[in-house]
């Protein structure tokens, strides 16, 4: 059942060239040019009426929603707030019925993000679910929604529903952005092509397992470690500090590069291992500049660097390449190198890493 994999975490992070697959099938039509979602089409006047998008969700889907956020800002133009669904619900927050809500929820069941889209439903706002389990509470619950197609994830690290959220909301905001018109139509087709070839590119990406797996045997009795990204690359920080600190229970944070000096900079010193997304889409430049100031401070850095990149490689204690590709996409392979990071470590460390401690993989309650 775990297809000759020792783990289904591992099974699920080499599942998800086809889940992304899946995940597109029947929506991206490359030779016709056009995106097809059922569930965007037959509420496209809500969509376009929004004043804004609310995001809901809860832990590695609310990374997802950061991710979102980024590029229906950038490429649709429309303005978006992300939430957890845990404070949103509390705290009489203002919606109205020209907001859309997007929840986001892998198992549809998270006691939290549920209670987030009724609240809002009973403001009037029109709720689009992305779910992974057909028929679950969410997708129930939704005005309409779109699935992610991931297939069953078993492992309570969440891993291939990640990036499957990540190509439903981009297929989103793509769709979006055509209609719009806020997107031209060569680099709507150049959005298309690049989205194609991401299954592709992750499967490059998990090529690199051997190397990862001696990175993490160097790194596997550290106390803390910090994860750094900028923009599109932020929200996968921090998605990599929590698949870190979930199943190898080493203290992890997730900063925007930019952050480290008001604070956490502190805390670095020889002894603490800092992951840094330093593809060279986004920012790069402004990221080697980062890393030179941890280097000054004698921190250890493992870059995640595009293919053939030289300059943070003479920076860095160690570097693992991911492919090129658009830099709104990034996230897609950035996350990759996280997930396998992790699962390493833990490994390594003998942590039960289907089950870690404390958790659950639906949290039905709040
Ligand atoms: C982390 C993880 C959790 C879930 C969160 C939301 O690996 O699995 O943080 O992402 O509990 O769950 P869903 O997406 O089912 O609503």
New binding site residues.
């Given amino acids: 059942e775990k297809g000759g994999y020792d783990h289904f975490m591992l099974k699920e992070i080499h599942e998800q060239p086809k889940a992304i697959t899946d995940t597109y099938r029947g929506r991206l039509l490359r030779s016709e040019a056009i995106i097809k979602m059922a569930g965007v089409e037959d509420n496209m006047k809500k969509f376009l009426n929004a004043n804004r998008f609310i995001i809901v ?5 609310w990374h997802a929603g950061l991710v979102a956020e980024y590029i229906f800002e950038d490429i649709a133009r429309i303005p978006v707030e992300v939430e957890y669904a845990s404070e949103f619900r509390y705290r009489n927050p203002v919606i109205t019925e020209n907001d859309v809500v997007i929840a ?4 549809g ?2 006691a939290d ?1 549920l209670a987030a889209i009724k609240l809002a439903k009973s403001k009037g706002a029109f709720v689009f679910g992305v779910c992974n389990v057909v028929g679950s509470s969410i997708a129930r619950e939704t005005d309409a929604g779109a699935y992610t197609h991931a297939g069953p994830e078993i492992g ?3 891993t291939k ?1 990640f990036t499957t959220q990540i190509t439903v909301l981009t297929l989103m905001a793509l769709r979006l952005a055509r209609a719009k018109g806020t997107i031209s139509s060569s680099d709507f087709r150049h959005h298309l092509l690049e989205l194609e070839m991401i299954p592709k590119k992750v499967e490059k990406a998990l090529e690199e397992d051997e190397h990862i797996k001696k990175i993490a045997d160097i790194y596997k009795n550290s106390r803390n470690c910090l994860y750094l990204g900028r923009g599109y690359n932020f929200p996968v920080a921090l998605e990599g500090a ?2 870190l600190k ?1 199943i190898s229970y080493i203290h992890a944070e997730g900063y925007p590069a930019a952050e480290m000096k008001h604070g956490p900079i502190a805390l670095i010193d020889e002894n603490m291992p800092i992951v840094v997304i330093a593809t060279k889409k986004g920012h790069y430049e402004k990221v080697v500049s980062n890393i030179q100031e941890i280097k000054s401070r004698k921190g250890k850095i493992i870059g995640i660097v595009t293919e053939g990149d030289e300059q943070v490689r003479a920076l860095a204690d160690h570097v693992i390449e991911v492919p090129e590709t658009i830099e709104s996409l990034t996230p897609l392979i950035t996350t990759i190198p996280l997930q396998l990071l992790s699962y390493h470590i833990a490994v390594l460390l003998g942590k039960n890493v289907d089950q870690p401690r404390n958790l659950a993989k ?2 039905t309650v709040e």
């Fill in positions: 969700a809860c832990g590695t889907s986001i929820s892998q198992s069941e998270t993000t309570v690290a969440s529903a929590l698949k979930e639906s949290v």
